[in-house]
């Protein structure tokens, strides 16, 4: 079982750049796993923003393509998401998901709060 955690979050003005973090606390790889990243307003329900096969795919949310990237860095065992050029509507908290046949794994979220 994965212990992931998120990090990167915080307050970022629309049209700046933020970058999430997410990796194991025990430094497992996760290139094997399916890594997606989700997001949840208050009162909204956690909607995909993007995902990472594990043989290099990617998958974006409507709102998300052209201004959010994923990724990963194998040496860092770590995914991340890119969020360029965000909006105030992108004010959640973000979690990494992992996905690995029966296993599914989720952090505990990271707050990012857009606004002038």
């Known amino acids: 079982q994965l212990h992931l955690v998120e990090s990167g979050g915080g307050l970022v003005q629309p049209g700046g750049s933020l970058r999430l973090s997410c990796a194991d606390s025990?430094?497992?790889?996760?290139?094997?796993?399916?890594v997606k990243w989700y997001r949840q307003s208050p009162g909204e329900q956690r909607a995909l923003v993007a995902g990472?096969?594990?043989?290099?795919?990617?998958d974006y949310a409507h709102f998300a393509r052209d201004r959010f990237t994923i990724s990963r860095d194998p040496a860092k065992k770590t995914v991340y998401l890119q969020m360029d050029n965000p909006k105030p509507e992108g004010t959640a908290t973000y979690y990494c998901?992992?996905?690995?046949?029966?296993?599914?794994?989720w952090g505990q979220g990271t707050q990012v709060t857009v606004s002038p």
């Open positions: 990472s096969g594990s043989g290099g795919s990617t």
């Open positions: 025990k430094a497992t790889s996760l290139s094997f796993y399916t």
């Open positions: 998901n992992a996905v690995l046949g029966g296993f599914n794994d």
